[in-house]
């Protein structure tokens, strides 16, 4: 299964024709038909719809349409409809300018003064007349069938990208983790010799009933305090869990935007733990970069579905 953004943009348009007049069956009419949805991240799946008019009654069906492929994201519809220009210069039909002509003489017969019907009077009443309400809910939604395909594609498309960048990320946090793991020893060793210098040089400074077993004894139990309170075994441990897991749901794909970020804010607890115990100016910096890569790892799954 695929991974897939919360980000995407789809546009289509297609023409669909009105049926001819029966009065004049040469001529027909046709309408442009166009969908636009845009999408970017967010928590839940938001949906918004800009429809003319004519189209109003087709939202409950490009919801349902919508909610069936989408899980996540702030989704915006535009749908236009615009008629060509054969549409709109479409002649009035015979029967048409015969009851106008009938009407005009029955209306002169009563008031004389009225004005006659002018040529733009009378294309403007033939056409409202002439126009029959057409349906286009069934082309609608096959051109926003196509529509969502598309914008799923694009989705697709983006999460493959995301899923590389987080790839890069999480082997990146590994090389860190493995660049920890051999400092601990280093420097409890290096304290251990410290240690031991210390109490060598107190040692020699005066006299003291201390035997040189006891103080190497008590150097080793500092050291050994030490130890144990810098090590980050159990860190490394855990980082490397959690980014496994990443790794697992990235492989598996669906829908794994909320676990992703719950796992990014136990990576960044673990970090964080790691550069409190940081004895040393190079685990210091470990934790730091690692705090990098994570930080950049949450921004990009705030856009994964």
Do not use: C
């Not at 004389?112 to 609608?140: F, G, W």
């Not at 159990?234 to 990443?246: M, V």
């Amino acid at each position: 299964m695929s991974v897939y953004s919360m980000t995407g943009y789809a546009s289509l348009q297609s023409n669909t024709a009105q049926p001819a007049l029966e009065t004049e069956p040469a001529q027909g009419s046709s309408s442009r038909l166009g969908i636009e949805i845009r999408s970017v991240n967010s928590r839940f799946l938001d949906l918004a719809f800009r429809l003319p008019d004519e189209l109003r009654q087709a939202e409950p069906a490009l919801r349902e349409l919508l909610t069936g492929k989408l899980k996540r994201g702030k989704v915006e519809v535009r749908v236009s409809l615009e008629s060509t220009a054969a549409s709109s210069l479409r002649a009035p039909s015979a029967a048409t300018l015969q009851r106008l002509g009938s009407l005009e003489d029955s209306i002169k017969s009563w008031l004389p003064q009225a004005a006659p019907l002018s040529v733009a009077d009378v294309l403007r009443i033939a056409t409202n007349e002439d126009k029959k309400p057409h349906d286009y809910s069934e082309e609608l939604l096959h051109t926003a069938r196509q529509a969502v395909n598309e914008l799923t594609a694009a989705r697709e498309r983006e999460g493959a990208r995301l899923s590389l960048m987080l790839l890069d990320r999480t082997a990146q946090l590994r090389v860190l983790a493995e660049s920890a793991v051999p400092m601990v020893p280093k420097l409890v060793e290096q304290q251990k010799t410290r240690f031991l210098e210390r109490w060598k040089e107190a040692l020699a400074l005066g006299s003291s009933s201390v035997l040189p077993e006891i103080a190497q004894d008590r150097a080793l139990t500092e050291a050994t305090a030490f130890a144990i309170r810098i090590d980050v075994a159990e860190e490394i441990t855990r980082l490397a869990s959690h980014l496994d897991e990443i790794d697992r749901l990235l492989a598996s794909g669906g829908e794994l935007g909320k676990r992703l970020d719950f796992l990014i804010q136990e990576l960044h607890r673990e970090a964080n733990t790691l550069g409190s115990k940081s004895a040393s100016l190079e685990l210091t910096r470990v934790s730091v970069d690692m705090k990098v890569l994570i930080e950049q790892i949450r921004e990009q799954v705030q856009n994964i579905e």
